[in-house]
């Protein structure tokens, strides 16, 4: 079965650097999305992404955040200077639209110490 | 925006038990799945569900959109099926997911 892939699966960081988190969504879908889980809390948006371009964003997905597809295959979430709060479980996902919901990758727990 | 609240919070079962999760939603959506999360923290898809009923396994889910609620059913739990069950919802003209707190499924021996 098609998987979304998600690179690393845990990440420590100093606060104030730079992290980028990497995402292969599933092939034939169009549509990708980055989601956050603060521990013990549910999951929340952060940001759509479609043919090139943010097609929805959460309040939570300031100008500290930035997405991008490099190339045909990569899905990348950047936080420019991370804070402590920015510690959480990201999610990217992917969807093909209505043939059977969103797939999600298996995360990229982020530790900002 | 959308609310979502799925209950009961917490449910601690004997394994062989059966289990039903509700997930209540308040407004119309046309996209709702629900979700397992394990002890590592992945999100399974179990179910796509707008409306309608689907089975596959020991699970099975119910959707009546018309009154805005979804049930997911376990029967004869087991152990593994201990985590985090989540509902997701989406409304029409909108691409994300609005997820439920989720009901903590505990599944002793």
């Known amino acids: 079965e098609p998987e979304v892939t998600q690179t690393p699966s845990h990440q420590v960081t100093q606060m104030g650097q730079e992290v980028i988190l990497r995402c292969v969504p599933i092939s034939n879908h169009l549509y990708f999305y980055w989601y956050r889980q603060i521990l013990g809390q549910k999951v929340e948006f952060l940001v759509s992404?479609?043919?090139?371009?943010?097609?929805?964003k959460s309040e939570i997905f300031d100008d500290q955040f930035s997405v991008e597809r490099p190339d045909g295959s990569n899905f990348t979430l950047k936080i420019r200077s991370t804070k402590l709060e920015d510690s959480a479980m990201y999610f990217c996902?992917?969807?093909?639209?209505?043939?059977?919901?969103?797939?999600f990758g298996s995360g990229t727990r982020l530790t900002v110490v | 925006g959308i609310q979502v609240e799925q209950s009961p919070p917490d449910l601690i079962l004997q394994e062989g038990a059966n289990s039903t999760l509700r997930c209540n939603f308040s407004d119309s959506v046309n996209n709702l799945q629900w979700f397992h999360q394990n002890p590592w923290g992945q999100l399974i898809n179990l179910f796509y569900i707008p409306s309608g009923t689907k089975q596959n396994g020991r699970l099975s889910a119910t959707t009546v959109a018309t009154e805005r609620y979804s049930l997911l059913y376990i029967s004869s739990s087991q152990t593994t099926d201990s985590g985090v069950y989540f509902c997701a919802v989406g409304i029409q003209g909108a691409q994300k997911l609005v997820f439920g707190q989720g009901t903590r499924l505990t599944i002793n021996p």
């Open positions: 992404f479609y043919n090139n371009e943010i097609s929805e």
């Open positions: 996902a992917s969807d093909d639209r209505g043939q059977g919901g969103y797939t």
